[in-house]
């Protein structure tokens, strides 16, 4: 189902969803409903309900019975069970909670599209969202003061990666399409400029920050990745891509490894204590199609790619040249939505990604939701969907918190 036409300036809301308590809808109470969506003609609109409790969030899948975690301990305890037994029941009742997810908050910040998401490191309840008008907000929705705003240029300012600082978390990183990769405060000053490209022509695409080595690094759309130290000093500028770089992530438990993604259709992995040139990566991995982002797990033994079609890989540490676990997933690309970037839970082997219904994907279904996605990471196996008919756009970036227990989601349209 082809997305309808929006005007840019039409709000676009950031979607948190939180676990409740009532009743999920089953799959066929939703049917109707989904007929309608598919039904509506070009005179309706959806109704954006800023800052509004919201409740019916439905799963499309009925989890299998799970093991008691309390049994799995004692048994773990006793030396009955071991810990990988132990850490698959946890994640399935984890997946079987997920039946009273609901819809907690929502907002509509933005004139124009949402571009970026991030979650603050330390405070389970405050994430910050980035706009393609270089806006920034700074949102604690565990508490009723009004989100801190940071006014951004407009037009050529769109805010392409969006990092807290891990030395102070008062502070953020942006790349920005306005050609500066930057720290920044909640009061709007601009503290350090790291890159400028003093051009329009060249703008930064992404961004990641390291604690561990104080090492910030950035990617532009030319192929260039900078790498800089937390002071600013710029350590290597170097064309590691023939095109446009869409993501870069230091891995979180060796921080010297440095995967890249591009539209040139390869991931590539990097030593950074070796890098000399684009000939130096330690593995190029070659996509059949453009790469919108490339995560390692938070174990840092796995890393998540995803294209800009209809494929997640999964590539393992210990060879990272062998054949990935490949999972079939509508997530095509357009110009005018927020790249679809499939993402880690924070203490699960499980996957999270937005589903963009495709009619040519193999296994299309007639009146198909664009639901939330929850896949193993293991098995590729689809554990649950989620999905809520007041909030029926194509949801580009889905992150949970920290902690693992609530999930920020963004539509990208």
Known sequence: MAPRKRPETQKTPEVVVRPKSRRSRSPRELEPEAKKLCVKGPGSSRRFDSGCLWAGLASLQVPPSYTSIVRALHHHKLGKAAWPSLQQGLQQSFVHSLASYRIFQKAAPFDRRATSLAWHPTHPSTLAVGSKGGDIMLWNFGIKDKPT????????GSVTGLKFNPLDTNQFFTSSMEG????QDFKGNTLRVFTSSDTCNIWFCSLDVSARSRMVVTGDNVGHVILLNM??????????HKKKVTHVALNPCCDWLLATASVDQTVKLWDLRQVKGKSSCLHSLLHSHPVNAACFSPDGAQLLTTDQKSELRVYSASQWDCPPSLIPHPHRHF???TPIKATWHPRYNLIVVGRYPDPNFKSCTPHELRTIDVFDGSSGKMMYQLYDPESSGIISLNEFNPMGDTLASLMGE
């Open 180 to 183: 500066t990769t930057r720290l």
């Open 149 to 156: 705003f940071i006014k951004g240029i407009g037009a050529g």
């Open 231 to 240: 002071d600013g000093r710029e350590l290597w500028n170097l064309r590691m």
């Open 335 to 337: 110009q005018h939505l």
